[in-house]
């Protein structure tokens, strides 16, 4: 490893930007405000840049240490960064597209009167996820892992004073924290077995030891709860519902915490930690099943939404699953690869629906929406780049990362492969969808604009919110356009596997190896076939959505109406909310309380609290009177306590 004197001012200049907003933003101008958000955040892109540019697949990774910071006789856990192949494509991810975020957030957001606080939140952030992806130790990492999930609470409920906007901001925090309780005690089993939570010293550790392929044993549990952590932060099965109640923030947020960085975190955990997974075949193949189960739960709900930012969440979700597939599979470069493109298309996606929403003054429901192609061509077109990419359509970016992944899930299982092609079919036909029923056909929301110059969450759209739709301006419209590109040509950097190889001094994967001699030995012929299996189902879906809302655009209902219960399950996400407030949240069912949340609440909480009140009450009340005040009886508790002392001493003496 290389010493790098400077790489902690990467995370720290955000921070800077976000205190200075915080402390002083209130009595400055929203130029000022901007100015510091953006040159703070901008300078941690250049310096991301600058790094990257003298690094390579061969280059040793640098390290930054700081300050020693935990000494417990042998353990110790020193303040440090650390930059290696991987880091650096999570670097230029989080602070390249957290960067155009900001830039589109100062178009969004100029005219609500909390803009510094939504400034210093959003530098907060960048913060906290520079952090946990430079972080050389894992106790590092939770600190920017927790750091990610306060600024999301803050961000996610920022218009607090809108009921769900504020029960959404709760909801994000306390799933979270159930995921985290999984992350922590694989850490203490981390320090209690390895004696170190720096990452080069506990994989060093764990290599030498053989895969556990007979049972479940100590890597295994690890791998297990590491893989508890990553679902609550990367919203997969069972703890994903709290991503969709996140649309409740502003969209810069949607776009910036969950598409591009925050969501990706989980699946960089698992990434960075593949050492561990390796040895771990069954944690391995549990981070697999959940991963595709997500990927094909989520997309179903995704067909039935009607609400922009929703689609666009339950794709986030399904999307996290194709990545936690690859690394399941152990394909941890291609998770790493969809990662990055996903940042891309996806950003891209969240901010157009945000140019589409702040363009209808504030409307979500794709239903009262319809024509606006006319009105926002540019907004169209960025859009419907990502729809390609992420449907699948080469030459754009979703496609080189999606086929690497089902490529290698089909040299895993066939089934997961199968599961994934079917996700991509979903996937096809609800952005198209999504396509038509924005901008396709004639504008259907005109009533709801009328008398109408603020969006729906109370800022100002610039002066339009009267009459017709109308383009976003070009401070939103600019990220937008570079996000395009990239989204149009950034899978080209994982042609003829350049981006596995740039990744392969921090893969060492057995598993991957392996099944590159699967491929070998099948013949290329195979690779091929199922690429273009994959392409054609990409072409069905879009068919499919341009037959029914474009061509036939009655027959959706037609359709929904025939299927009854099933599309009302779809349509209600399957109850899965309803579920969870009646097990965990309010289990109450038309006012008689459930048998088992009564016997936990009443016979075991309850009673725990209650008797403990009353033990400790009793026994303070017994010591009190020892202190009387008496010298005389405090000389015979004395006499009383050393004659305790005496007796015992002399029993151990007999024995």
Same mark, same amino acid.
């Given at each position: 490893?290389?010493?790098?004197?400077?790489?902690?001012?990467?995370?720290?200049?955000?921070?800077?930007?976000?205190?200075?907003?915080?402390?002083?933003?209130?009595?400055?101008?929203?130029?000022?405000?901007?100015?510091?958000?953006?040159?703070?955040?901008?300078?941690?892109?250049?310096?991301?840049?600058?790094?990257?540019?003298?690094?390579?697949?061969?280059?040793?990774?640098?390290?930054?240490?700081?300050?020693?910071?935990?000494? $417990?006789?042998?353990?110790?856990?020193?303040?440090?960064?650390?930059?290696?192949?991987?880091?650096?494509?999570?670097?230029?991810?989080?602070?390249?597209?957290?960067?155009?975020?900001?830039? *589109?957030?100062?178009?969004?957001?100029?005219?609500?009167?909390?803009?510094?606080?939504?400034?210093?939140?959003?530098?907060?952030?960048? +913060?906290?996820?520079?952090?946990?992806?430079?972080?050389?130790?894992?106790?590092?990492?939770?600190?920017?892992?927790?750091?990610?999930?306060?600024?999301?609470?803050?961000?996610?409920?920022?218009?607090?004073?809108?009921?769900?906007?504020?029960?959404?901001?709760?909801?994000?925090?306390?799933?979270?924290?159930?995921?985290?309780?999984?992350?922590?005690?694989?850490?203490?089993?981390?320090?209690?077995?390895?004696?170190?939570?720096?990452?080069?010293?506990?994989?060093?550790?764990?290599?030498?030891?053989?895969?556990?392929?007979?049972?479940?044993?100590?890597?295994?549990?690890?791998?297990?709860?590491?893989?508890?952590?990553?679902?609550?932060? $990367?919203?997969?099965?069972?703890?994903?519902?709290? /991503?969709?109640?996140?649309?409740?923030?502003?969209?810069?947020?949607?776009?910036?915490?969950?598409?591009?960085?925050?969501?990706?975190?989980?699946?960089?955990?698992?990434?960075?930690?593949?050492?561990?997974?390796?040895?771990?075949?069954?944690?391995?193949?549990?981070?697999?099943?959940?991963?595709?189960?997500?990927?094909?739960?989520?997309?179903?709900?995704?067909?039935?939404?009607?609400?922009?930012?929703?689609?666009?969440?339950?794709?986030?979700?399904?999307?996290?699953?194709?990545?936690?597939?690859?690394?399941?599979?152990?394909? +941890?470069?291609?998770?790493?690869?969809?990662?990055?493109?996903?940042?891309?298309?996806?950003?891209?996606?969240?901010?157009?629906?945000? $140019?589409?929403?702040?363009?209808?003054?504030?409307?979500?429901?794709?239903?009262?929406?319809?024509?606006?192609?006319?009105?926002?061509?540019?907004?169209?077109?960025?859009?419907?780049?990502?729809?390609?990419?992420?449907?699948?359509?080469?030459?754009?970016?979703?496609?080189?990362?999606?086929?690497?992944?089902?490529?290698?899930?089909?040299?895993?299982?066939?089934? *997961?492969?199968?599961?994934?092609?079917?996700?991509?079919?979903?996937?096809?036909?609800?952005?198209?969808?999504?396509?038509?029923?924005?901008?396709?056909?004639?504008?259907?929301?005109?009533?709801?604009?009328?008398?109408?110059?603020?969006?729906?969450?109370?800022?100002?759209?610039?002066?339009?919110?009267?009459?017709?739709?109308?383009? $976003?301006?070009?401070?939103?419209?600019?990220?937008?356009?570079?996000?395009?590109?990239?989204?149009?040509?950034?899978?080209?950097?994982?042609?003829?596997?350049?981006?596995?190889? +740039?990744?392969?001094?921090?893969?060492?994967?057995?598993?991957?190896?392996?099944?590159?001699?699967?491929?070998?030995?099948?013949?290329?012929?195979?690779?091929?076939?199922?690429?273009?299996?994959?392409?054609?189902?990409?072409?069905?879906?879009?068919? /499919?959505?341009?037959?029914?809302?474009?061509?036939?655009?009655?027959?959706?209902?037609?359709?929904?109406?025939?299927?009854?219960?099933?599309?009302?399950?779809?349509?209600?996400?399957?109850?899965?909310?309803?579920?969870?407030?009646?097990?965990?949240?309010?289990?109450?069912?038309?006012?008689?309380?459930?048998?088992l949340w009564h016997g936990i609440d009443q016979g075991v909480i309850d009673a725990t609290v209650?008797?403990?009140?009353?033990?400790?009450?009793?026994?303070?009340?017994?010591?009190?009177?020892?202190?009387?005040?008496?010298?005389?009886?405090?000389?015979?508790?004395?006499?009383?306590?050393?004659?305790?002392?005496?007796?015992?001493?002399?029993?151990?003496?007999?024995?």
């Amino acid at each position: 490893m290389t010493p790098h004197p400077y790489l902690w001012l990467v995370p720290l200049l955000p921070l800077a930007g976000a205190a200075i907003n915080g402390c002083f933003g209130r009595r400055s101008s929203k130029y000022v405000i901007s100015a510091i958000a953006l040159v703070f955040c901008g300078s941690a892109f250049a310096m991301a840049l600058g790094l990257a540019a003298g690094f390579s697949s061969a280059s040793a990774p640098y390290y930054c240490d700081l300050a020693h910071w935990i000494r $417990s006789g042998s353990f110790q856990v020193d303040f440090s960064f650390y930059l290696d192949q991987l880091s650096l494509v999570m670097l230029l991810v989080v602070t390249g597209v957290g960067f155009l975020i900001h830039i *589109y957030s100062v178009g969004y957001m100029w005219n609500d009167d909390g803009y510094y606080r939504f400034m210093s939140y959003m530098n907060l952030f960048m +913060f906290f996820m520079l952090t946990l992806v430079l972080a050389k130790n894992y106790l590092i990492m939770f600190i920017g892992w927790e750091g990610v999930g306060l600024a999301s609470y803050l961000l996610i409920g920022f218009w607090f004073t809108k009921d769900s906007a504020a029960a959404a901001g709760k909801k994000a925090f306390i799933v979270n924290r159930i995921g985290d309780f999984g992350f922590l005690i694989a850490l203490f089993l981390l320090i209690k077995h390895f004696g170190s939570l720096d990452f080069t010293q506990v994989f060093a550790a764990v290599r030498p030891l053989s895969p556990e392929t007979t049972g479940a044993g100590l890597l295994t549990a690890i791998g297990l709860l590491l893989m508890v952590g990553a679902a609550g932060k $990367s919203a997969q099965i069972p703890l994903y519902v709290w /991503l969709p109640d996140a649309m409740e923030g502003p969209t810069p947020v949607s776009a910036l915490i969950h598409a591009a960085t925050m969501v990706t975190a989980g699946v960089y955990m698992v990434a960075r930690s593949s050492v561990i997974f390796e040895r771990a075949p069954m944690a391995m193949t549990a981070v697999a099943i959940i991963g595709t189960l997500t990927a094909l739960f989520a997309a179903t709900i995704g067909i039935a939404q009607t609400d922009i930012k929703k689609v666009l969440a339950y794709s986030t979700v399904s999307q996290l699953g194709y990545m936690f597939m690859a690394c399941g599979v152990g394909a +941890f470069s291609a998770g790493i690869f969809h990662l990055m493109t996903h940042a891309f298309f996806k950003g891209l996606l969240f901010l157009a629906a945000g $140019s589409v929403i702040h363009g209808v003054s504030g409307e979500q429901d794709m239903r009262k929406m319809g024509g606006l192609r006319a009105y926002m061509p540019w907004t169209f077109a960025t859009m419907g780049i990502a729809t390609l990419a992420i449907a699948g359509i080469p030459p754009f970016a979703g496609f080189w990362s999606k086929d690497e992944i089902l490529w290698k899930a089909y040299g895993a299982s066939p089934v *997961y492969w199968l599961i994934g092609v079917v996700t991509a079919f979903i996937t096809s036909f609800y952005m198209f969808r999504l396509m038509y029923m924005t901008f396709g056909g004639e504008y259907r929301g005109a009533a709801a604009q009328e008398a109408h110059g603020h969006d729906a969450h109370g800022h100002d759209d610039h002066g339009h919110g009267h009459g017709e739709p109308h383009e $976003s301006p070009w401070v939103m419209l600019g990220p937008l356009v570079i996000l395009a590109v990239l989204s149009g040509v950034g899978g080209f950097v994982g042609y003829g596997n350049r981006f596995e190889h +740039f990744l392969a001094p921090v893969f060492q994967s057995v598993t991957e190896v392996a099944q590159e001699t699967s491929h070998e030995a099948g013949g290329g012929m195979i690779e091929y076939l199922l690429m273009g299996i994959s392409i054609s189902v990409a072409g069905l879906g879009w068919l /499919l959505a341009y037959f029914l809302y474009s061509r036939r655009p009655q027959l959706p209902a037609r359709i929904a109406a025939s299927l009854g219960g099933l599309y009302q399950a779809v349509v209600h996400k399957y109850y899965m909310d309803e579920l969870y407030a009646v097990l965990f949240i309010k289990p109450v069912i038309d006012g008689s309380t459930t048998i088992l949340w009564h016997g936990i609440d009443q016979g075991v909480i309850d009673a725990t609290v209650n008797n403990s009140a009353t033990a400790a009450r009793e026994v303070s009340d017994t010591v009190r009177h020892m202190q009387s005040g008496n010298l005389r009886s405090y000389a015979g508790w004395v006499a009383a306590g050393g004659a305790v002392v005496i007796a015992y001493m002399v029993w151990m003496g007999v024995r």
